[in-house]
Nanobody
Framework: QVQLVESGGGLVQPGGSLRLSCAASGSRFSINAVGWYRQAPGKQRELVAVITSGGATNYADSVKGRFTISRDSAKNTVYLQMNSLKPEDTAVYYC???????WGQGTQVTVSS
């Protein structure tokens, strides 16, 4: 089983930036597709961004042009760079190893003035 640990969340003002990290144990993480998801209070969890083993990426329309997903295979880590943050980006953010369906514990992102 792969263990995933997210970090990098926090409180930021509208227009600000944060970088989330998803660090994984387990040597097979680097060859799997990984997704970042988020869940706001009272809402369903939604896919934000995904990166394949080959480095192809895809984004939810709501974050296109503002968020960037990337991976460092040597560090077994996937990142989510979030720029131009909006209050509606407030949520708990989770990473998921799509092949194994392993999830992290989540990290809170709050965008507020």
């Amino acid at each position: 089983q792969v263990q995933l640990v997210e970090s990098g969340g926090g409180l930021v003002q509208p227009g600000g930036s944060l970088r989330l990290s998803c660090a994984a144990s387990g040597s097979r993480f680097s060859i799997n597709a990984v997704g970042w998801y988020r869940q706001a209070p009272g809402k369903q969890r939604e896919l934000v961004a995904v990166i394949t083993s080959g480095g192809a990426t895809n984004y939810a329309d709501s974050v296109k042009g503002r968020f960037t997903i990337s991976r460092d295979s040597a560090k077994n880590t996937v990142y989510l760079q979030m720029n131009s943050l909006k209050p509606e980006d407030t949520a708990v953010y989770y990473c998921r190893n799509i092949l194994t369906n392993d999830w992290g514990q989540g990290t809170q992102v709050t965008v507020s003035s």
